[in-house]
Nanobody
């Protein structure tokens, strides 16, 4: 089991920036895929960005490409989501997720991830 703890959410104005952090513990993360998902009010949970711990390949939802950047710090076992040019439609609870051996084609599917954090609220005011 991997324990995940998110931080960094908050209230920001349209066009502003936030950086989310996800600290992982419990296992070494070689072979894991880490991802961020979000769930807005009245919406289904959706994929935002993902990163393979070994190699660092990244994936993004079309809605955030060019605005969000996922990265990792191996020494700190932490994944980050830098969010720039935020829009009101980015308002959601953001969840960190992790799982071992996620195949590329399934990286966008929440059902592929076995470990989840508690979520952090991001609110973008218009």
């Amino acid at each position: 089991q991997v324990q995940l703890v998110e931080s960094g959410g908050g209230l920001v104005q349209t066009g502003g920036s936030l950086r989310l952090s996800c600290a992982a513990s419990g296992r070494t993360l070689g072979g894991y895929t880490m991802a961020w998902f979000r769930q807005g009010p009245g919406k289904e949970r959706e994929f935002v960005a993902g990163i393979r711990w070994s190699g660092g390949t990244t994936y993004y939802a079309d809605s955030v490409k060019g605005r969000f950047t996922i990265s990792k710090d191996s020494a700190k076992n932490t994944v980050y989501l830098q969010m720039n040019s935020l829009k009101p439609e980015d308002t959601a609870v953001y969840y960190c997720a992790a799982s071992y051996g996620v195949i590329t084609s399934n990286s966008y599917n929440s059902a592929a991830y076995k470990n989840w954090g508690q979520g952090t609220q991001v609110t973008v005011a218009s």
